[in-house]
C-alpha cells in the first residue's frame, strides 16, 4: 500500500448498519481523499466496582458491550473499567441508562472521531495508507490506517457573498478565488467587465452554486459573517425550493444548525472548511472599534465598501438589481474581494494551519483553548495510566486574578516597564504545574529533594517528574523562538495564543482538568513574584509606581536620556534574573524559567487617579516613547485607547497630552478646543459608536442612551417601511442633543454641546491638567471682558 500525506479538512462519526464509521476528509498533493475508518468502537470508563451492574443494564436493554479491565485509575486513585460499544448510538444510550442508575462515566463525551485522532497525536498533517478508489474530483480509501505527519497544505479558498432583498431574497452570489473568479445573478444577459454567469431564478442560482463547487473543488469557503448570515440565508432558500444543498464533497449535502442555547450558527460541509473573517480574527486576538467589513477593510487594507450606510446600501442594491445589475456585480464580488485581502492581509489562514498543527484543533474552530489542551493532554494521560475527570459543576471556587499593584499617580519622567516574558508558562515550567502533577505530588512530603514534592497554593503541591504539562510548554516556547526568529509572524502569534491559554483552561470550569489548587498555584505564585520583584527594584533605590500582572513600572527620579535608561534598564533586568535564579536552586532545587524583560522607557509618563480621587488609577496611563520620527504616545485605558469614547475626547486627548508631555502651556489650546466644539466646528467628531448587548426588549429598568437611541431608529425605520435595524444586538450611532439621543441617521434636534464638554473634554482633561497646576473649569468658562 502507497503511503500517502494530508491535512486534515473535516471529520465525521455516525453510524451505518449499527457500526460505526468514521469520514475524514484530508487535501494533500493528489487533491481531496475521503479516509473511511469502519469498526472503532466508542469507549467510555466506569469504576470498576459497578462492572456487574453495568453488564446487568445493557443485557436488560440488548446493547452489545464489551467490558474490560484496563491498567487506568481515575485521579481518586479508583481502578476503572472501560466499556465498548459498538455503535455510536448505543454508547449513548447505554451512557444515558447508567446516569439514570447513578453510575459515573468519564469521557463519554468525547467524540469517536476526536478520540480516533488524538490517540494517534494526529495534529493537522496525517499520513495514511488504504484501498484507493478513484472518483469524481477525488480519491476514497477504506481499509485506513492514520498515523501523524507535518504535511502543510496549499489549500484552494474561495471568498462567497450573496446579496439578497431586505425580506431575504436572493439577487446574486460573488465568488471570489485565483481559480475562478464571477458572481451568479438572476436576470438576462447584459454586457460587463464583470464576469457574470446569468441565470433565469432564484432556484437556477442555487443549483449554480451547487455546479461551481462541484467544478472548482474548493478546500475553504471565506466570507464575513458568513455562516450566520450568507449560508444561512442559502439553506433557508433551498428548503424553501425543497432543494438540497448538495456544495460538500463526493456530492454530500451541507447541514447547518442553530444553538438552541446560545443561537450560534454551525455549518458543516463535508470535505469543506468554512471559517467567518469576523470569528478568525477575534480567534487570533485581533480588536476592531467595529467589526462591519466596511471598518475592518479600512483600517486593515485603507479601503472599504462602496455603499456603506445600511438604509442607503439596502435602496441602492434594490436599484441596482432592477436597474443596473452589472453595477450590482462589481458591488457584490468587490465585498468577496476585500475578504480575501483581508485573510491574505492578517495570514488568517496560515495562523488556523498553524493552530492546527501545534493543537489538532479543526481549522474553523473558533475559540477551542479547552479543546486545544484537550488533544494534547489527554493521549499522555492515559499513556500514563490515568483517565481525565469529568467537568466540574458550576458551583466552583475560582482563583484570584493576576496581580495588580496600587499605583502612584504623577506626571513622571523617566519610567521603565520591565515585563516577566509569557509570565504564566513559565511559571508553570518552573513550579512543575501539572494536573497529573498534582496529583502524584499529593503523595509526597514537601520539600527540595529528589522525592518529594514542589509546595503550590491552596494545598496544591506537584511531582518533580511526573507532568506533562511544563514540557509542552516547552515545546511550544523553542517553536516560538525561532518563528520568532524566522520571522513567521502567524505561526508565532498561534504558539503565544496557546501557550497563555493553558492558564485560562486550567483556572476555567469549563475545562475538564479545572482545579483551584493548579490555577492558584499559578496566579498565587504571580503575585509572589512581582512583589518580590517590586521590593528587588526599590532595594536598588527606585521607585515601583505601579504593576499589573506580569508588568513592572519604575520610576527613575530624574529625567535620563534614553542610552542612561536603556542602561539602568539592562542592569536591572540583569541582576533580577539572576536572583530568581538563586532563589529557586537554593529554595526548591528546581530551574528558573522566569525571564524578565526590559519592555520600554517611557520619556514622560502619566499615572492619573481614578476620576473624582486622589487615589491612583488601575490599567489606565500614557506616556511618550521614542525618538524623533518615531516618537508617539502610548495610551492604556484611556479615552484614546477606548471605543466607547468620541472622536472628539481622543482627538482633543492626543493633542493636550502631546503639549502636556513637550513641557508647553496648553491654556490656549483647551480654550479655543472648548470654544470651537461649542461653535459647532467639531460636529462630525461628537458621534458615540456602541454595541447592543441584549435586545433591544431585554432593556427594561436601566435604559442607556444608545438603547434610547436604537428604539427611535427603528421606529422611525418601521414608520418608513424599512428593516428594524437594532431588535437583535448589533452596533448604533448617535448623538446627544437638545432632546436626548438621537441615531445619526436620523438626526433631527439640535446638538447638545454641554453634554460633549462636561462628558468628554472635562475627563480627559481632568486627568491630567492638576499635576501642572491647571483647571479645566477655569480655562472652559467664557472669559469675562473688564468692566
Not at 67 to 78: A, C, G, M, R, Y
Not at 191 to 215: C, G, H, M, R, Y
Not at 401 to 428: A, T
Amino acid at each position: 500500500m502507497t503511503i500517502q500525506q494530508g491535512f486534515l479538512l473535516t471529520r465525521q462519526s455516525r453510524d451505518v448498519f449499527g457500526k460505526t464509521q468514521i469520514e475524514l476528509w484530508v487535501t494533500g498533493d493528489n487533491g481531496p481523499t475521503q479516509l473511511l475508518i469502519d469498526g472503532e468502537k466508542p469507549v467510555f470508563f466506569i469504576e470498576q466496582q459497578h462492572q456487574h451492574q453495568t453488564q446487568q443494564v445493557a443485557a436488560q436493554q440488548g446493547i452489545p458491550c464489551e467490558i474490560k479491565n484496563l491498567p487506568l485509575k481515575h485521579f481518586d486513585q479508583s481502578p476503572l473499567s472501560a466499556c465498548y460499544c459498538t455503535s455510536i448510538k448505543e454508547a449513548q444510550r447505554l451512557s444515558s441508562l447508567l446516569e439514570q442508575h447513578d453510575i459515573t462515566r468519564y469521557e463519554d463525551d468525547i467524540r469517536l472521531a476526536d478520540r480516533y485522532l488524538m490517540e494517534r497525536f494526529i495534529q493537522g498533517g496525517i499520513e495514511y495508507t488504504g484501498n484507493f478508489k478513484a472518483k469524481t474530483n477525488y480519491l476514497s480509501a477504506t481499509q485506513v490506517k492514520c498515523r501523524k505527519s507535518d504535511y502543510t497544505p496549499q489549500l484552494k479558498i474561495v471568498s462567497l457573498d450573496i446579496e439578497c432583498s431586505e425580506k431575504g431574497i436572493l439577487y446574486s452570489i460573488g465568488l471570489d478565488s485565483p481559480m475562478d473568479s464571477r458572481v451568479i445573478m438572476i436576470g438576462s444577459p447584459e454586457p460587463s467587465e464583470t464576469t457574470i454567469e446569468w441565470v433565469s431564478d432564484e432556484k437556477a442560482l442555487l443549483e449554480a452554486l451547487i455546479a461551481w463547487f462541484n467544478q472548482f473543488d474548493p478546500d475553504v469557503v471565506i466570507g464575513w459573517n458568513v455562516i450566520d448570515f450568507d449560508f444561512r440565508l442559502l439553506h433557508k432558500r433551498a428548503e424553501w425550493h425543497k432543494l438540497k444543498l448538495l456544495i460538500g464533497r463526493a456530492n454530500q449535502a451541507s447541514f447547518f444548525r442553530t444553538s438552541n442555547t446560545t443561537q450560534q450558527a454551525f455549518i458543516s460541509i463535508p470535505g469543506r472548511v468554512v471559517m467567518d473573517g469576523i470569528d478568525t480574527l477575534k480567534t487570533a486576538t485581533y480588536h476592531f472599534r467595529s467589526w462591519s467589513l466596511e471598518s475592518v477593510s479600512r483600517e486593515l487594507l485603507g479601503e472599504g465598501k462602496q455603499i456603506n450606510n445600511v438604509h442607503d446600501r439596502m435602496a441602492e442594491i434594490n436599484h441596482m438589481f432592477r436597474n443596473d445589475k452589472t453595477a450590482l456585480a462589481r458591488y457584490n464580488l468587490q465585498d468577496c474581494v476585500l475578504v480575501n485581502r483581508i485573510f491574505a492581509h492578517t495570514h488568517l489562514i496560515e495562523f488556523a494551519i498553524e493552530r492546527a498543527k501545534l493543537t489538532g484543533v479543526e481549522l474553523d474552530r473558533v475559540g477551542g483553548s479547552v479543546a486545544a489542551f484537550t488533544n494534547l493532554y489527554l493521549p499522555q494521560l492515559h499513556r500514563a495510566g490515568y483517565v481525565a475527570p469529568n467537568l466540574h459543576p458550576e458551583n466552583w471556587l475560582a482563583s484570584p486574578g493576576g496581580y495588580v499593584m496600587d499605583s502612584i499617580p504623577n506626571l513622571y519622567d523617566s519610567v521603565l516597564v520591565l515585563d516577566f516574558k509569557s509570565l504564566y508558562p513559565s511559571i508553570i515550567r518552573s513550579f512543575l504545574i501539572d494536573p497529573m502533577g498534582l496529583i502524584e505530588g499529593l503523595k509526597l512530603e514537601i520539600g527540595i529533594g529528589e522525592n518529594q514534592a514542589v509546595a503550590g497554593f491552596r494545598g496544591g503541591q506537584f511531582h518533580r517528574t511526573q507532568h506533562f504539562l511544563p514540557q509542552m510548554i516547552e515545546t511550544l516556547w523553542a517553536a516560538r523562538d525561532i518563528a520568532k526568529r524566522n520571522n513567521e509572524k502567524a505561526f508565532s502569534q498561534a504558539i503565544k495564543i496557546i501557550m497563555n491559554s493553558f492558564y485560562g483552561v486550567l483556572g476555567s470550569s469549563g475545562c475538564r482538568f479545572f482545579d483551584t489548587r493548579l490555577a492558584s498555584s499559578i496566579t498565587m505564585r504571580g503575585h509572589e513574584i512581582m512583589k518580590q520583584t517590586k521590593a528587588l527594584i526599590e532595594e536598588r533605590g527606585f521607585q515601583v509606581i505601579y504593576g499589573d500582572t506580569d508588568s513592572t513600572f519604575v520610576s527613575l527620579n530624574g529625567q535620563l536620556s534614553q542610552a542612561e535608561a536603556d542602561k539602568v534598564g539592562h542592569e536591572l533586568v540583569g541582576y533580577i534574573n539572576q536572583w530568581w535564579q538563586t532563589h529557586l536552586r537554593q529554595e526548591y532545587a528546581l530551574e528558573s524559567m522566569l525571564e524578565l524583560e526590559y519592555e520600554t522607557h517611557y520619556k514622560k509618563f502619566l499615572m492619573p487617579t481614578i476620576r473624582g480621587q486622589e487615589t491612583g488609577s488601575k490599567k489606565r496611563y500614557a506616556g511618550l516613547i521614542g525618538e524623533g520620527e518615531s516618537e508617539r504616545i502610548i495610551f492604556k485605558g484611556l479615552e484614546s485607547a477606548r471605543t466607547d469614547w468620541t472622536p472628539l475626547a481622543q482627538s482633543f486627548q492626543q493633542q493636550l497630552y502631546t503639549l502636556v508631555f513637550h513641557g508647553e502651556d496648553p491654556a490656549s489650546y483647551v480654550r479655543q478646543f472648548v470654544e470651537d466644539t461649542l461653535a459647532g466646528r467639531y460636529d462630525e467628531r461628537l458621534v458615540y459608536q456602541k454595541r447592543l448587548r441584549r435586545k433591544l426588549s431585554e432593556y427594561q429598568k436601566n435604559v442607556p442612551p444608545q438603547v434610547r437611541a436604537a428604539r427611535l431608529a427603528d421606529e422611525i425605520n418601521q414608520s418608513l417601511g424599512r428593516p428594524l435595524q437594532y431588535q437583535n444586538r448589533g452596533h448604533i450611532e448617535y448623538l446627544i442633543t437638545l432632546n436626548g439621543p438621537e441615531p445619526k441617521e436620523y438626526l433631527k434636534s439640535g446638538i447638545d454641546y454641554q453634554h460633549y464638554i462636561d462628558k468628554q473634554l472635562k475627563p480627559v482633561a481632568e486627568a491630567i491638567l492638576p499635576f501642572i497646576g491647571l483647571d479645566f473649569k477655569t480655562l472652559s468658562e467664557p472669559q469675562l471682558g473688564l468692566f
